[in-house]
């Protein structure tokens, strides 16, 4: 399959560690040039190192807080004077803390809006209109198998990633006009740093271990056992590619076959 990605210009969100990182990995190895970001300048000054070596791709790291207003305009700005332009943007931020309705403060509740939901829109806004010039482009939200399923005790996540679909949808018909395509990947149970937070706060709150949950999780996944980021990744590098032509508008789950919705 030709993914026709060489020379293409990309931007990832949250993209240190994780499934952000492994997104970035995989579009510099079909070889894109890329400008990562992440809060720690520690953390994404090694992640653009680690992918110049594996791939020998061009990658401009930045610091800064994707839950922030100017954030975003400068991620932009930084593509089109580094590279000239930018025809792919993979949102991804990290996930919301965990909480039920009753337990969530209104500040936790603003965060999640600003971080998970706000980036995505201030995201479109500042590089769609380097895709139309560009004659390509390619918008795709990393969010969670929650916007077909509700997770316990997920409350922000919940609400905020389904936000994200409803606006990826949006934009889908609004800028298929344009040839900028806009889809969604939705994460079942991948093996990351988030995933062991997570099953950490939920042995915490059902008095097992972390080793149980996991066991009782994977139980649950048809497969039988977690995703790699490197699984969901290949999907984005797809998505992103000229092979994915004619798809837009779409939410597909990478989770192994363990959500049981149509």
């Not at 010039?133 to 990633?161: D, V």
Request: aromatic content about 4%.
């Amino acid at each position: 399959m030709r993914f026709g990605l060489t020379g293409k210009r990309a931007i990832v969100l949250a993209s240190s560690r994780g499934l952000g990182y492994a997104c970035a990995l995989e579009l510099a190895r079909e070889g894109c040039d890329l400008v990562i970001c992440s809060r720690s300048r520690e953390r994404i000054d090694a992640a653009a190192v680690r992918i110049r070596d594996a791939t020998g791709a061009r990658v401009h790291p930045i610091a800064t807080d994707v839950s922030t207003a100017d954030a975003l305009p400068l991620l932009a700005e930084t593509c089109v004077r580094e590279f000239g332009g930018i025809e792919i943007a993979v949102h991804n931020a990290g996930g919301p803390p965990a909480g039920s309705v009753p337990t969530l403060t209104d500040e936790q509740w603003h965060l999640a809006f600003n971080a998970n939901l706000m980036s995505f829109v201030r995201l479109a806004r500042v590089v769609t209109p380097e895709m139309r010039k560009a004659g390509y482009g390619r918008l795709i939200a990393l969010t969670s198998s929650s916007i077909r399923q509700p997770i316990p005790n997920l409350t922000l996540s919940n609400a905020m990633r389904t936000g994200v679909l409803g606006i990826a949808k949006t934009l889908s018909k609004e800028l298929a006009p344009d040839g900028i395509l806009v889809n969604v990947v939705a994460p079942g149970r991948i093996a990351t740093e988030r995933l062991d937070e997570l099953d950490r706060a939920n042995a915490e709150r059902t008095g097992q271990t972390p080793e149980e949950v996991r066991r009782a999780s994977v139980g649950t996944i048809p497969l039988g056992r977690l995703g790699t980021p490197e699984e969901l990744a290949n999907l984005v590098v797809f998505l992103a590619s000229e092979a994915a032509s004619y798809i837009t508008g779409s939410a597909i789950m990478v989770d192994g076959g363990m959500i049981g919705t149509m």
